[in-house]
């Protein structure tokens, strides 16, 4: 006979108290009311309704949850919401921009993608491309075989990694033999 | 004309992507939604004794747990539980009883207001299980390997031919012989996207179900069937889908759960999977394969033999193709084939990329290249000596088979000729380089399909079927042979999928989409055009009174004479003339079964690949790929190159990374995260080269094209092992190839 | 994941407190391991300390000519710090070997530290495990054990500490300063970490209430002479199966004077055996020398099966990883 119980007797069962977690997100600024076991991906996939940042595993393993929290590119999967209290955060959605004539300017990155045809199924694109503007802030890829390294924290079950490589160098005019 | 086809334009689908508006299935947030999460099994066999949920349901949110105790009746029968992809068998019942048949099986689904509250309640259940001794190892219990059960599958899945001429007297005398055995480790599909299921409970208990899956109709089957639901009352849909690789050709059983607590509820519920749950479903199985290989002095192949013995689960034969190719790539008269199947305590095996093809041709391709070595003769010219024209198995010609060619483009852009055959004989510094090569092959299908085309009054043309896009193209080269067909610019043309409402459409797999679909696509538009035609002659003043059908092109948005293109009407003027309406056709291709059986009908593959092996350290690294594609007709080049350069990086991932490992004991995968399942990053992957050779079929579906989704991966792991060899002089006959197999 | 409770404190005092004071109390920091443990059940802190805001967030000279870590610099501003990388290479290679750059942006040098292992049979709280379960047995011993350690293992736990950064800063003899309601104190690389005994459930020696300030690294940081070498199952974003940091001093002539070599990847904590590196010490740099020396490291190495490559993989990468500091061989 084996019993799985995962909690020990000890830990009492209760909900936690959610409080006001204000984040600046794609330039604006929203309010939620959360507890503090929502992570920042589930904030914003499931209360702000920012679906372009994707699920792939949870766990920090995958890369497919990348977004940019003050410039830099991070795994939202593993951080809590409310850790981020006052942070500014870019999405997928926040990368294009629209001119004062209402039309919409991608990113470099965004349009590069596109030309290369660095995806199949979509689901890491976000995270590939977010992950892409954080490697050129981060300003250390000189080659080819530097974006190799710093990209691979974004799995692409696809296998689209040549043509991401392509869109990404492109656009960093790096020397696609480098 | 065609304007498109064969021209590299992006994918119609791209903003959507490289944007964030593409939504996956978890991703249709309505009001009122509830989370489910599943509670997989502890144990490998036997059963729960008892389940303690009384936690968990005093917490505020908890709406409530479904368990195999308090489920509501369902469909009795086997049968409604089999979806178009199920084998021979009783097909897997989530809830169903207190039996546990594997490791991590759903034994209950907690639906709360938050997926925080469900994922915390679901920590609270304790569950008492009574464990029986299970069975898991294939290779423990290969005594028990037996014949598959036969049924409605193995129609595209057919079982070996019987043994022809006489091996075992052939092999004997053969001069020059082999035997290898050769093992593959279970596999995980792994898309990114993990399996989800958003149920929306509409009015008067109609569902609309955003499901993960590979053919929105077979989803809608499922949920009829078990439910007891008329087809009307559930649409599924599926704009895109997040990878699947064959493992959404199934309805997996957070669909099951979904439906089952909306309908109980009455409210729209989420299932999502975990990535560990991930492990818990279909899998490429686990396989033992022995090749004996016989030839004569000068290198002809006179005897083959290829066994496989393989896995399934305790309820359902899952077969897959494994030997049939070595009778299909090789001429020898005296062949014996043969596929057993070993069912262990593990959930049934499920389709996955090229499923069977890279299993066998691996295991083929090794083997001919160690029959090559033997022999002295140069592993490329080996083949081209045992070049067959036929299908042996069928004994059929094959419609078109440029493998020749692509023997010979893919060895001059490798630059095969400057080898040197000995092994270890070639050396970058204090690394190892290897130059290896194999061959692939795999079906070209069609499928019946059914589609619909609309010339809507703004002139702009919508096209339609119930298939999917699993990051395939599906919705650009559907676009595009729409728009070639009807002489429309792609911006003017819409093509829907992954939509119950839609024309019926098979499930996407078997890479028979383009050919399947886009016959069909072809066929509404060329019915369309018809229609449209009889329209125009209509028209008051219509130059085309005394024209006939035959005599016209449809070319920049008209209708032109062929002879004199000024005599033309525009399509919207054709439109206009409608009364307001759209013009509508709706269409069912079907293949031409007649002239399709009198051929063998294959895509094939030649794949050279260069590795560099730390001698030292054992560690392994690909820095060059060649693969030459006889895929027919490429109808976009730029889709169909990803799909192939995608083939080859699960080939490398195969070739050196993938493997599901069980402990035994427990009869529990216990590498089941993104951690420690490795799949290729984008470190692994080096230059990757594609080389598509001109092939003309007039026999494969009226557009020629074969399709490529299987092909790009096929060739591939017995070429990194065949250079794995030349490198460093060792035969790995396990995948994957891991550094501590080379140390 | 379990209910809990939060707190952002501003000041060290009041987070120490705020930990000592609670049940079932965690710091949090990156959260990289700490969440993902938690998704699994297999940690269920009842409240979580956010240390962000405290001032550790600095890298600092210190008068002994080191330099000193604050805990909340991330681990990638550690390893692309201007200091780091000129002073201490070894320790940037070390920390950007590991994870992926996302990770590293998020996850601290305190926090680090503070790891758990990848051990399969810890992460799933339906198998037996005498770490995250005490007396629940040992699922890998006699399981499936490719990642586990082979040296200084125990009967009741043979998990390794998957760490890249830790065998850098081991190699370094860094030391972490540790501060709690008691005061502060210092605690050497070589016992901060431990071996598992019987009582693997504790990773280190750092008291109940007890805050990581910094990590100090003593002047010397073998800047002309270092190697770190990872081994794994592909060629980036996956743990070590083992690795190896190596930090050599070698004079005009030829003649090592001084020899660091740590293990990751084969044991409970960074694998050390300074008496083997004294061989080094008067002689030059030579293939065979390193053979003798990476045989005298590993002796006593056991396998369990799965992972039994590992004895003969860590003497070979030992014997590599010398040649690379000691430019013998190239580094590809």
Redesign the interface.
Known sequence: ????????AE?T?????K?LVTLTINGEKKQLEL?????LL?AL??YL????????????????C?VLVDG????S????A??K?GASIT???G??TVDENAT?Q?HPL??A???H?A????????GQ?C?AV??MN?G?AKTTDD???????????????????DAISEVMQIDKNS | MTQYIGKPINRVDGLDKVTGKARYAAEFNVPELAYGVVISSAITKGKIVRIDASDALSLEGVLQVFTHENRPKLAWFDLSYKDQDAPPGSPFRPLHDEKIKYSGQPVALVVAETYEVARYAASLIQIEYEEEEHETSLEANKDRARKPKSGLASALKPPPPKPRGDFEEVFNAAPVRTISRYVHSVEHHNPMEMFATTVVYEKKGKLTIYDKTQGAPNSQLYVSQVFNIPFRDVRVISPYVGGAFGSALRPQYQLFLAVLAARELKRSVRVSLTRQQMFTFGHRPATNQTIALGANADGEMTAMYHEAISETSRFEDYTEVVVNWSGMLYPPENVILDYKLVPLDVYTPLDMRAPGGVTGVSALECAVDELAYKLGIDPLEFRLKNYTERDMNEDLPYSSKELRECFRQGAERFGWAKRNPEPRSMRNGSNLIGWGMATGIWDAMQMPARAEAVLMVNGKLRVSSATADIGTGTYTVMTQIAADTLGMPVEDVLFKLGDTELPLAPIQGGSWTVATVGSAVKAVCEDLGKTLFKLAKKLPGSPFSKVDYQDVVFLDKSIQLKADSALRVSLQDVVDSNGGRAVRETSTSLPNMLQQRKYARSVHSAVFAEVQIDEELGTVKVTRLVSAIAGGRIINPKTARSQIIGGMVWGISKALEEESVMDHQVGRFMNHSLAEYHVAVNADIHELDVVFVEEDDTIVNPLGAKGLGEIGIVGVPAAISNAVFHATGKRIRELPITLDKLL | MNSFSYVRPDEIDVAIDDLSVHHAAKFIAGGTNLLDLMKENVERPARLVDINRLPLQTIDDTAEGGLRLGALVTNADTAYNEQVEKRYPLLSQAILAGASPQLRNMATNGGNLFQRTRCYYFYDTDMPCNKRKPGSGCGAINGYNRIHAILGTSDSCIATHPSDMCVALRALDAVVHVSGRLGERTIPMADFHRLPGNTPQYDNTVQPGELVTAIELPAKGFADHYAYLKLRDRASYAFALVSVAVGLDINNDGTITEARIALGGVAHKPWRRPESEEQLVGQSASKEVFQLVADSIIDGAKGYGHNTFKVELARRAIVRALMQASKLEKIS
Not at chain 1, 35 to 39: E, F, G, R, V
Not at chain 1, 49 to 64: R, W
């Open positions: 006979m084996q019993s799985t119980s995962i909690l020990s830990v069962v209760a909900l936690p108290e409080s507890a503090p076991w929502t992570t589930d996939r499931e309704d920012l679906t372009g940042t994707k699920k792939g595993c949870d766990h920090g393993q995958c890369g497919a990348t830099k590119r991070i795994n999967c593993l951080t809590l409310v850790m209290e999405t997928i959605e990368l294009a919409v991608l965004q349009d993608f596109i030309q045809d995806y199949q199924c979509g689901y890491c694109t976000p491309i992950s954080g490697l981060e250390r974006i190799r390294e710093l990209m691979s924290g974004n799995i692409c079950r696809c296998g689209a990694y040549p043509h991401i490589v």
